[in-house]
């Protein structure tokens, strides 16, 4: 079996450097050595397989493309064999410049310069790898058309700002180099009004303040961000509670001073209090939840997203000047967890049960 490990590990090196974009479609494969038996197969892959990363690695695993001794494998998270061929294939590489795609889109402003639209949770900004399609710029570039006058050379819509693909909520985004321009400036200026609403575990103490600590990569996984020490970017998040549930949740009124990633999440998990739903930095079932009834209980942890949204978004029109302020009411899967604790709550006032 010695050959057979020394042959893996040479095909480990091959497989990296052919990990280049490529025009043909590619085959990678790696043997599994002892060592890396019960490792996460997405994890395992992204390790051996550099520069892919484990993002694309993952995409790759749930479309068919990854195999076991010639047997698909379509879970992320199953566990390494030791002592069998893992293949992954690479498909062609798609065009650089997205594709217009009829994706429906509920728009709260348009005009020549802008377009206003209010994002739900489940559409990714922008193309990425492992979205290279059915995103929000390939649903504007269908939607504006010809009214999209060129930005830098190119018939596109300028993205200003992002959310997260499942927070939800307000974005504008610049039909013109002009008003792209004098949107970024604005947004790095933080000359507007930005409000998102955050359904958390437990009850901030204070229940309104500031949380001001520098981010960065997290040192233990750099897919994450956390709250430290050296290197990172000073962050400060203002909060106030709109609502309270006993200590078991809170819904927070939050407005950034500072705009960094997963910023409201990463300060609000550093005081103990994640998101509900948070698929990143919820680690663990919160102690708070153990203040709710069972069936609620299971409710808020099997929320499927982390339960984030952009309420408001105001600014000036990057040619007028004018003031303009835009809202968007909570998505019906939040507004539904917010009865619910509603509910329970008005149960244990008056004695009677939740269901």
């Given at each position: ?47 051996r ?23 698909v ?45 209010d ?50 909520g ?38 309104a ?10 040192p ?66 919160p ?16 929320f ?14 990057p ?30 006032e ?6």
């Amino acid at each position: 079996m010695e050959p057979r490990y020394a042959s893996a590990m040479q095909t480990e090196r091959q497989g990296a450097k052919q990990a280049e974009p490529a025009e043909a479609e590619q085959r990678l494969s790696v043997w599994a050595e002892p060592a890396a038996a019960g490792e996460r197969l997405d994890r395992f892959l992204a390790s051996r397989l550099q520069p892919l990363s484990r993002a694309r690695i993952k995409a790759l695993i749930e479309a068919g493309s990854v195999t076991r001794d010639g047997a698909v494998r379509r879970d992320p998270a199953e566990c390494v064999a030791a002592g069998v061929l893992y293949a992954v294939d690479l498909p062609p590489a798609l065009p650089a410049a997205p594709r217009p795609q009829a994706i429906a889109l509920t728009v709260l402003y348009e005009d020549a310069d802008l377009i206003v639209i209010d994002k739900p949770a489940g559409l990714v900004v922008h193309p990425a790898p492992g979205n290279q399609e059915g995103t929000l710029v390939n649903a504007l570039l269908a939607h504006c058309g010809d009214s999209l006058t060129g930005i830098g050379g190119e018939r596109r819509p300028g993205i200003v700002h992002r959310l997260d693909k499942d927070t939800s909520g307000v974005m504008v985004a610049a039909k013109t180099e002009q008003a792209l321009g004098a949107l970024s400036a604005t947004f790095a200026a933080r000359d507007l009004d930005r409000a998102y609403l955050a359904l958390c575990w437990g009850l901030p103490n204070p229940t309104a303040g500031e949380i001001e600590c520098a981010i960065g990569r997290d040192p233990r996984d750099r897919k994450r961000m956390a709250v430290v020490a050296r290197g990172g970017k000073p962050a400060l998040t203002r909060y106030a509670t709109r609502r309270a549930w006993d200590a078991a949740a809170a819904l927070l009124e939050c407005r950034l001073a500072t705009g960094r990633t997963h910023q409201i999440r990463v300060h609000l998990a550093s005081r103990g209090h994640p998101l509900v739903g948070d698929p990143v930095y919820l680690r663990r079932i919160p102690a708070a939840a153990a203040k709710l009834p069972a069936a609620l209980r299971m409710r808020l942890l099997d929320f499927p997203r982390q339960a984030l949204h952009a309420a408001r978004l105001g600014f000036r029109h990057p040619r007028t000047g004018r003031e303009m302020a835009f809202d968007s009411p909570l998505p019906a899967d939040i507004a539904a967890l917010l009865a619910a604790l509603d509910r329970r709550e008005t149960a244990a006032e008056t004695g009677g049960n939740s269901r």
